[in-house]
């Protein structure tokens, strides 16, 4: 596994949403060569965005993101080049793209993200809404 974090329009990618709720997100998406599933799922730990655990009063959520790539041709693990990722705050026009370099990042309650996972120049994107 490999991870990252990113946002952006995918050529060609097919996207679907496989589950969404409290417990976690997870979705799917394809490129020509790749397969790739985005998770979303409840963390502890330190936050990319704020440097530590997001409060109740900030209206924020430590989440762990995780990107699974493999290979569409025999659906083994892609190990080559990490891909690049990026998370995009959709809701909030004034945030910045945010470059992951880690797994736990802070999500506003309600707020639409974007991530765009670019793999070896093939890119894909998900769309989710945290909650």
């Known amino acids: 596994?490999?991870?990252l974090a990113g946002a952006s329009l995918v050529c060609g990618a097919l996207v679907y949403a496989s589950a969404a709720g409290a417990s976690g997100i997870s979705k799917s998406a394809?490129?020509?060569t790749y397969a790739l599933t985005l998770a979303i799922s409840p963390s502890g730990g330190m936050s990319i965005a704020e440097g530590g655990?997001?409060?109740?009063?900030?209206?924020?959520?430590?989440?762990r993101?995780?990107?699974?790539?493999?290979?569409?041709?025999?659906?083994?693990?892609?190990?080559?080049?990490?891909p690049k990722i990026t998370l995009v705050?959709?809701?909030?026009?004034?945030?910045?793209?945010?470059?992951?370099?880690?797994n736990n990042v802070t999500l506003v309650t309600d707020h639409t993200y974007?991530?765009?996972?670019?793999?070896?120049?093939?890119?894909?994107?998900?769309?989710?809404?945290a909650v």
């Open 114 to 129: 974007s991530v765009l996972v670019i793999v070896k120049g093939e890119r894909a994107r998900f769309s989710f809404r």
């Open 30 to 32: 394809t490129t020509r």
């Open 1 to 3: 596994m490999r991870l």
């Open 53 to 63: 655990h997001a409060t109740a009063m900030e209206g924020g959520l430590t989440r």
């Open 65 to 82: 993101l995780e990107v699974h790539v493999k290979l569409r041709a025999n659906g083994k693990p892609y190990s080559g080049a990490p």
């Open 89 to 102: 705050d959709e809701s909030s026009p004034a945030m910045a793209p945010t470059p992951m370099h880690g």
